[in-house]
């Protein structure tokens, strides 16, 4: 049974940064995708950046390039999502997912997996 925990959220203020954590279990994650969401009040969830878990292949959705980093600790089995020049518009639920990736397979679509989610709060 696959579990992603994120961790790491709070509350910062403008300009702060955050390191969001996404510990993974249940099997081996060569081959699969870990992606973070984010889903702010009154709006859909929407994708921010994924990381290929074998390759390190990485997508950033473009309101992140800049000021977010994905990383992966293959022994620890977490991914890591560094937030630096946070904005009071980055505020939201951050979820972790993941899915095995097959040729063609869509970065910001067809999660399986997904974790509990962890609150980002920034203040102006």
């Known amino acids: 049974q696959v579990q992603l925990v994120e961790s790491g959220g709070g509350l910062v203020q403008a300009g702060g940064s955050l390191r969001l954590s996404c510990a993974a279990s249940g099997r081996s994650f060569s081959g699969y995708r870990m992606a973070w969401f984010r889903q702010a009040p009154g709006k859909e969830r929407e994708f921010v950046v994924g990381i290929n878990w074998s390759s390190g292949d990485t997508l950033y959705a473009d309101f992140v390039k800049g000021r977010f980093v994905i990383s992966r600790d293959n022994a620890k089995n977490t991914v890591y999502l560094q937030m630096n020049s946070l904005k009071p518009e980055d505020t939201a639920v951050y979820y972790c997912?993941?899915?095995?990736?097959?040729?063609?397979?869509?970065?910001?679509?067809?999660?399986?997996?997904w974790g509990q989610g962890t609150q980002v709060t920034v203040s102006s």
């Open positions: 997912a993941t899915k095995v990736v097959v040729l063609g397979a869509l970065w910001r679509t067809s999660y399986d997996y």
